[in-house]
Structures are given as structure tokens and as C-alpha cells.
């Protein structure tokens, strides 16, 4: 796993083999980035990595200056990985969750974010609900931006929050606002 830019950029760290996570290729972290570097004041970001793998979205955030990152994964190796990176990095705000995704939404304490990324299974068949899972739950602030990672079999573009679709090989990524 790498991280590509901000205080922590160029920093890597070895994913154990037995790891059975999807991570978002660099090729598209490196795009879909640029795309929210020119939507997004990191400084006053409080974000949300939901199904967070490896850690690479949350640590991308958190190495960009965000103000907060709370990173969720329900994987016991994964999220031990997760909380070891951050400790090493000495990350300050950032808040590993060991957690079912779906029990987060659903309980998450009336908090809020400006920032919400999603990257599930492709094959995880709540994909579709999760926009609105998240517009429902008044998870997002206005203003806020929704990112969903998915494959190109989903099509969100009637959903009434939509805002973009960027697509980055085999990789898309659906935008949504609040």
C-alpha cells in the first residue's frame, strides 16, 4: 500500500499476502484524488472510509490534512493492520472502527462528515442501498461529498444525489452531494 501525497506521501507499507481485500489501484487513488483535490478543503474535512480494507483511502485523507478520518472495517486482520499503520504514523484524528459497516450507518450517534468514501465488494449485494443508506441516515453535511466506489454493472446516475461518474480502467467511481 502506498500513499501518494501530503505529509505522509510516498510512504509504504507492506499488506500481508493473506489479505483477501480489493484495494483501489493506485491508478485510480491517484485520479479519483485529483478530482476531490479540486472539490475539497482538506483542513476542514472530517471524512468516513466505509468497508476501509487495507486503509489506503482513510490514510490517503489523513495524509491530505484532513481534520478527521474515521476509517470502519469489519475484518479483524484488516482493521488490526489499519490501527497498526496509524499508530506508526503517529496519526493524529484518526479513528480506527473494527465494525460492521452497517451497524455503523445505523448507529452512528447523529455524527456527521464531509466526506464520505465507499469502497464494498463489488459483488456485495447492499451495494445499491448505500446512498441511500447514507442520505437517509443525514450522515453527510450539506455541502458534504459522497464517493462510492463500484463496478461498471451499477449505474446510480438517476439517483436524485447524483452528481458524477469518473471511471478509471475497471475502476468507477459514482460522486454524490448533499
Not at 478527521?68 to 469489519?74: A, H, I, L, M, Q
Request: proline share 4%; charged share 25%.
Amino acid at each position: 500500500m502506498r500513499i501518494i501525497r501530503g505529509k505522509y506521501g510516498r510512504r509504504r507499507f507492506q499488506v500481508p499476502a493473506s489479505f483477501n481485500a480489493r484495494p483501489t489501484t493506485d491508478f485510480a487513488k491517484e485520479n479519483i484524488f485529483n478530482v476531490l483535490d479540486n472539490l475539497i478543503d482538506w483542513e476542514t474535512t472530517d471524512a468516513l472510509d466505509l468497508f476501509s480494507g487495507t486503509g489506503s483511502i482513510a490514510f490517503e485523507m489523513a495524509s491530505r490534512g484532513c481534520r478527521s478520518v474515521t476509517s470502519v472495517e469489519n475484518n479483524h486482520l484488516h482493521a488490526a493492520f489499519i490501527a497498526r499503520v496509524a499508530k506508526e504514523l503517529q496519526a493524529e484524528n484518526f479513528r480506527p472502527v473494527k465494525g460492521d459497516v452497517f451497524r455503523f450507518l445505523h448507529s452512528a450517534d447523529r455524527q456527521s462528515f464531509d466526506l464520505i468514501f465507499a469502497d464494498p465488494p463489488y459483488a456485495l449485494k447492499e451495494l445499491r442501498e448505500l446512498p441511500r443508506l447514507v442520505f437517509d441516515g443525514r450522515l453527510l453535511r450539506d455541502g458534504g461529498l459522497f464517493v462510492l466506489e463500484h463496478s461498471k454493472d451499477n449505474d446510480f446516475a438517476e439517483h436524485p444525489h447524483f452528481l458524477q461518474k469518473r471511471v478509471y480502467g475497471a475502476v468507477n467511481f459514482s460522486l454524490f452531494s448533499q
